[in-house]
């Protein structure tokens, strides 16, 4: 069995970071290991509190980790500070780990901003030259690259810029526009759309955790980086479309609509 490390953090009520990473890495038929971040306080109406983990305890984690089970593929998602990205950044090149798949978690489905000023431009300078795909969203994509995006022609534009910066692939995903629900994957080898149908479902929470933690799963089985982000599409749109209602917010994918499915365990 393939193994998926995510390092973000935890969401108690259990549909964005940690909980829903480990639910996504086992629905795609992979083994999940985690370092925890941050906790928050936070349900689907709104982030109540964060309390960040000591970076050097971050670092603890990783080597409990990394020690006894090196990961086929890494998830990077909530850092909001600039001493735990540098200290993540730093060990995860020092033990050359690979497939590493940074979700560029800036703020929550509720609003609430989850990365404090300082830590963007730590967060492009140490994180993403370790990653070989990061994967914003619109309103991160317009931050990271600093040019408003209001149709698909600037996202394409948005992603050429932030890969120039970094020198690695981008999944801009575009849920944020109103006329499209496609992402745009830019490599070096080009860039190619992945559509699909707007689905009417507000319960969208967790939805940027589970895509990229669906990616590095599929990274981890040996696909390559255009497959992995069309299956993980694939199983998020599922995990929307089954119509999951719980919370009296944006309530939660269910990341085990189909298990197994056509996953390969």
Known sequence: MKTVLTIAG????????????IKTISACGCYAMSVITSVTAQNTMEVKGI?????????????????DIFPDAVKIGMLSNAEIICAIADF???KNARNIVADTVMVSTSGCRLLQEDAVSALVQKIFPVACVITPNVPEAEILSGISIKKPDD?????????????????VKGGHLE????????????????????IDNPNTHGTGCTLSSAIAANLAKGKGIKDSVSEAKDYVTGAIADGLNLGRGRGPL????????????
């Open 10 to 21: 935890s969401d108690s009520i259990g549909g964005a970071g940690i909980q829903a990473d």
């Open 51 to 67: 309390h960040d983990i000591p970076p050097e305890f971050v670092v603890s984690q990783l080597e409990a980790v990394f020690d």
């Open 92 to 94: 995860l090149k020092s």
């Open 155 to 171: 996202m394409l534009a948005a992603a050429k810029i932030i890969s120039d910066k970094f020198n690695g692939s981008v999944l």
């Open 179 to 198: 006329d499209t629900a496609a992402d745009l994957l830019y490599t070096d080898k080009g860039y190619e759309w992945f559509e699909s149908r707007r």
């Open 254 to 265: 269910n990341h085990m609509y189909n298990p197994g499915g056509k996953n390969e365990l």
